[in-house]
């Protein structure tokens, strides 16, 4: 079944656009809430004396909150309502980030991490399932990829103007603490998007709808199983890389946070193009075949992994500056390869399943994304730097062995694609006989 035209929630238009707005703005103090902290790891680890795996274990928490409350949040997301569930998750995350900022030792610093973790849980779910459902199937990918591109617009607040707060206003605390207002005004606009609601038809089957019910019908999806394996080791990569790069730069050339901060911005800028391109080419090469969309993300994120190798030989020999001009150039190519897979992965998340199970789709895509490589993949690099001593050398060694697993994601993408049409099938038929769901008319309210 698809969403369909009521008196109060309009498939394109104004109030979609608002959604867009919306939803859009949200993710990128998400992720400004979340990159900060990269740019601010090694004032915050000189400061309170913490070594490699410490830090490694600060992100691990978040990360380990997003695992643990995404699933039932995402069930709420699509049994109760997406922009209730948005405003109240952007309110929580955005208090917890004000209270890291006032944190003042490694276990509140945990604790607080946590918070924005768990705030943030079920976000990505509510804003996917409401921004496409917004918008008609076609334009799927191209909206998701404008969505998916805020990522992109928080990491450079983050990492830019996180790194000049703390460098020139207070120290490695104030980007918290400025960076949590913004979160708490879209958080109530949030309240005002349109919504949908979704009723049984006359006379359809009744099944059962519960969270674990509707979890083991996604795991029987094909695509789903092999798109989940594969955000897991895509994550190893995306986000380690993220998380490690700003500290890499300061200890190989003595910078301090703000212009490392300013070189990962300017890196990132470049990353903007990604998704948007992503999400273009996606439904392009989806119009042609079904799988299109798995195709172009498994393609972007093997490049991207090539990138990421070429950016790390400047390791060699930190003095060649030949050398160096080369690595610096293929960092902003890998930006904008690995932003390019998200839109593609996020709508074929959407593609294959019922509308009553869309939200939690990407819950159990977000769940994996850091269970199987997001939460451990940052602590990895840690280890392996603290086994090799640190420096710039051991985050580099730790950083390359991160970039195997984008190999991976890219062989389980187009084991996924392969499913991608038959699966499709299969979720129209649910939609409209057994899980016998039709919409109803929806409260903007």
Aim: proline share 4%; hydrophobic share 55%; with cysteine.
């Amino acid at each position: 079944m698809n969403i369909q035209e009521s008196k109060d929630f309009r498939i394109g238009g104004p109030r979609a656009t608002y959604v867009l707005i919306i939803c859009s703005l949200l993710n990128a103090v998400a992720y400004a809430d979340w990159q900060v902290m990269a740019v601010v790891l090694q004032p915050m680890k000189l400061a309170l004396g913490l070594n490699d795996s410490q830090v490694g274990a600060i992100n691990t928490a978040y990360f380990l909150g997003i695992i643990v409350c995404t699933l039932p949040v995402a069930h709420l997301v699509d049994a109760w309502s997406r922009k209730k569930m948005i405003g109240i998750m952007a309110l929580a995350w955005s208090t917890m980030t004000l209270v890291t900022g006032l944190a003042g030792g490694f276990m509140a610093l945990v604790l607080a991490r946590l918070g924005v973790g768990i705030g943030e849980a079920g976000y990505a779910p509510g804003g996917t399932a409401l921004v496409s459902a917004s918008y008609p199937a076609s334009q799927r990918a191209r909206k998701l990829g404008i969505f998916n591109v805020f990522i992109t617009v928080g990491v450079i607040l983050g990492v830019v103007v996180g790194g000049y707060l703390s460098a020139h206003h207070g120290g490695w605390r104030t980007p918290f603490v400025v960076f949590a207002v913004p979160g708490l005004v879209l958080g109530v606009l949030a309240f005002f998007m349109q919504d949908y609601r979704l009723e049984r038809s006359a006379g359809a089957a009744q099944e059962r709808t519960g969270l674990f019910a509707n979890l083991r019908l996604l795991l029987t999806v094909p695509t789903l199983r092999w798109m989940y394996l594969g955000l897991g080791m895509y994550a190893v990569l995306q986000i380690s890389v993220g998380t490690w790069f700003p500290s890499l730069l300061m200890r190989a050339y003595d910078i301090k946070e703000d212009k490392a901060g300013l070189v990962m911005g300017v890196v990132t800028i470049f990353g903007l193009a990604g998704p948007i391109l992503g999400g273009v080419l996606a439904d392009r090469w989806h119009e042609r075949v079904p799988g299109g969309r798995m195709r172009l993300a498994a393609v972007s994120i093997a490049i991207a992994a090539v990138f990421m190798f070429l950016v790390l030989l400047a390791g060699l020999d930190l003095n060649n500056k030949p050398l160096m001009m080369f690595c610096a150039a293929m960092m902003p190519l890998h930006s904008i390869f690995v932003g390019m897979a998200l839109p593609a992965v996020a709508a074929t998340s959407q593609d294959v399943v019922p509308p009553s199970l869309k939200g939690l789709s990407w819950g159990a895509a977000m769940v994996s994304l850091f269970l199987l490589g997001g939460a451990w993949g940052p602590l990895l690099v840690g280890a392996i730097s603290d086994r090799v001593a640190g420096g710039y050398q051991g985050l580099a060694i730790g950083l390359a062995v991160t970039g195997l697993f984008g190999f991976i994601a890219c062989a389980t993408w187009f084991a996924a694609a392969r499913h991608v049409e038959s699966d499709m099938r299969r979720a129209a038929g649910l939609g409209s006989s057994r899980m016998g769901d039709t919409p109803s008319r929806a409260s903007a309210a």
